[in-house]
């Protein structure tokens, strides 16, 4: 790599991590951020980008990105899925193990890593399986998949065939230090179901899956992770019990984090109301109330990531009578608008926001990235805040098209992606 | 909560029956009337009204049924409409791209309604949504959502057995409303005809979170739920569920929630008592019940065929419903 030295100015610079909100320039050399206000001794920059009236963060990590690849290549692909997050201001994607083949070997790790290097988009780590072939039954090589480079361990939507496996799961994972990422779910109880249990499930006629499918399961997974000391993490709450549940044991000491999908901040179980394929998630989408207490366990900080649990689909996917149709929704276009659209709409402001799409995540991946520290590698997104766009088919970059925000007017637009000190996305050439 | 309402035309004409909800007051009256047009149809000895003639129907329908199935035939029929059954097994799991191939590949053909019966909610909808303009969806049963031509026959059935004035009825609904899209078609039909009192009855492991909000009141006792009825319709409880996680047995189920004589008597004595059919004798109700003077299970099915008229006839692209009548 050449010697590039990028100058970034005028921008109004927000790291939350490091507590940095005003207009300073910042200074990247050879790929990493070299100083913050004042240039370093004898910088003279090949580019400078000009950042006034823009807003210069950390680049986005996102908690949780279904890239499609290996397996699904008709839905996405991990070079479009990564160019697509480049252009929503997204540096990092963590990829779930629900691949297939399933990651639950090092070559699985090794071929995502490969493709996304080739892609020269967004960098991708991942999750290793929390059992072989997430089949619940048998402890994967955890310590192999450590070494290749996954950040973590999860089960992914799989279930667990016992507690008994999922007690020696957790043991093993503590064993390395692993952080375990879970899916609150009863598997009995949300058996079949398509749509959260209540109102909207009986006048549809749609099977349910009640609250305590989820609030069952948060409570069994923390008394095992009491039990086991592992490190745990709550992946896509949608309950208000269930958030209270996790601040109660984060403020008893218990080593547990969680975080909550965009949709579910915006949406509730009322949207489903003419069996609109583009609302079936899973989870679902719950009752007003929940996504008021999500709201609020996200300004509270018990939930300390936001993300858009990307689901790209081809259309057929969602071409079916609703319970047939495939759930989740692509969400790497808008993930960094409908963060701000929480800023928008009063609900936090822009500092505490960006946190949790950057240092949030971060912290939760236990990853070197989401902030703008001196001698960080320069993840960078820049971004208009007082731009915005329309979401539909045109606009978006994902593969994937199904989205329920269709038609919204989204704040912000990112004129440039840098990752690694290379700009993998400018608006200018876009 | 509103509803983009895709059953009703823009001059509020049916073009689609998918479920008895969204629905109005008027166009439900509409269709009771009209099926009254149609009632006297069935005993003249030629049977046949030359109202839909030309226009090609199409059965289609992806889970088993016989006595649905049958009664819409011979409505169709008797509206001179050609009529082509197509059942597509329950087993064989059919995939959105079938489905819309199947619809697409049918419509082809130039077809006029699609009647259909599906094991998964919304399915009705979904057709109704894909289906080209002049092409009417009549929902034969979709999953547990809606049965609206049953639940119809049923306010018809209740229309002549108690009068035009809902307002001053207590209806029963009792048995598996979790599973019963009749139930739910017919508590929106109930609500939107004035029923002044609308009870469902059964233990809680039967009753759907949240059921209230539809307008009905709970009982778990059925001499409570009976007292001073007017009518009673019990539902079909599938033998498997019997079994299950939801009730002990089927004999534990008959005690508390079996019709017979004895808990009949907490009801208005000229109670209506009615069953979509079919019955497990013994288990819903005692046969001395099914078969004797209140019951009036049998109507329910010659009726449901003038119903069934009366909503192809309203929903086919056609002449208003006054100039079919004979």
Redesign the interface.
Known sequence: MPKTSIKISGGRLIDPCNQIDGLFDLYVVDGRIAAIGTAPDGFSENIELDARGLVVTPGLIDLCARLREPGQEHKASIDSECKAAAAGGITTLCCPPDTNPVIDTPAVVELIRHRAQQAGAARVVTLGALTRGLRGEQLSEMAALQQAGCVGVSNALKPLTSTLIERRTFEYAATFGLTVFLHADDAALSANGCIH???L????????I?QAAETVAVARDLALIQQTGVRAHFCRLTTQPAVRMVARAQFDGVPVSADVAIPNLYLSE?DT???GADYHFIPPLRTQEDREGLREGLLSGTLSALCSDHQPHEP??????????EPGASGVDSLLSLTLKLVEDRQTLLPAAIARVTSGPAKILNIPYGDLAVGRVADICIFDPHSSWRLDETSMNSQGKNTPFRGWEMPGRVRYTLRDGQIIFSSETS | MSVNNLQIRTDGRLRHFLSTEGLNRGLLTEILDTAESFAGVAEQSVKKVPLLRGKTIVNLFFEASTRTRTTFELAAKRLSADVLNINIGASATVKGETLLDTLRNLQAMHVDMFVVRHADSGTAHFIARHVLPHVSVINAGDGRHAHPTQAMLDMFTIRREKGADFGRLSVAIVGDIANSRVARSQIHALNLLNTGDVRIIAPRTLIPSHIESLGVRVFHDLREGLRDADVVIMLRLQRERMKGVVLPSEHEYYQLYGLTEEKLSMAKPDITVMHPGPINRGVEMDSQVADGPRSVILQQVTYGIAVRMAVMSMAIQQKTPQDGDA
């Open positions: 249990e209540g109102q499930s009986t006048r549809l006629g749609l099977p349910g009640p009322l109301i003419e069996f057929d996917a969602k071409l079916a009578p609703f319970p047939a149709t």
